[in-house]
């Protein structure tokens, strides 16, 4: 079983930066970099969608169109965490942000939400106008 812990989220202007964080707990037959990982949002009265994913290795990337340019996807194995950069927010980007894993065998990344099996609580992010 995997646990996620996101951090990082808050109030903020539009314009300005955050940087959350998701840290990962793995059972100890897999490793993290085992896992690819995906950013989704939640907005209040909408979806659930889809912001970034990264693959295994990182090398990987996919991107939202709403934050291309705006958002970078990042991993670090050694410290089992994800992070999402997010910069020139804006009040849309407003939304509870999710971690999410997947194990898998592919160095490719996943942004659709029903290919991730684990999900961290979320944290909120409000950008004021």
């Given at each position: ?16 930066s955050l ?16 896992y690819r ?67 898998t065998y ?24």
């Amino acid at each position: 079983q995997v646990q996620l812990v996101e951090s990082g989220g808050g109030l903020v202007q539009a314009g300005g930066s955050l940087r959350l964080s998701c840290a990962a707990s793995t059972p100890s037959t897999l490793t993290f970099s085992s896992y690819r990982m995906g950013w989704f949002r939640q907005a209040p009265g909408k979806e659930r969608e889809s912001v970034a994913a990264i693959s295994r290795s990182g090398v990987n990337t996919y991107y939202a169109d709403s934050v291309k340019g705006r958002f970078t996807i990042s991993r670090d194995n050694a410290k089992n965490t994800v992070y999402l950069q997010m910069n020139s927010l804006k009040p849309e980007d407003t939304a509870v942000y999710y971690c999410a894993a997947d194990s898998t065998y592919y160095d490719l990344p996943a942004k659709n939400s029903n290919q991730y099996a684990y999900w961290g609580q979320g944290t909120q992010v409000t950008v004021s106008s």
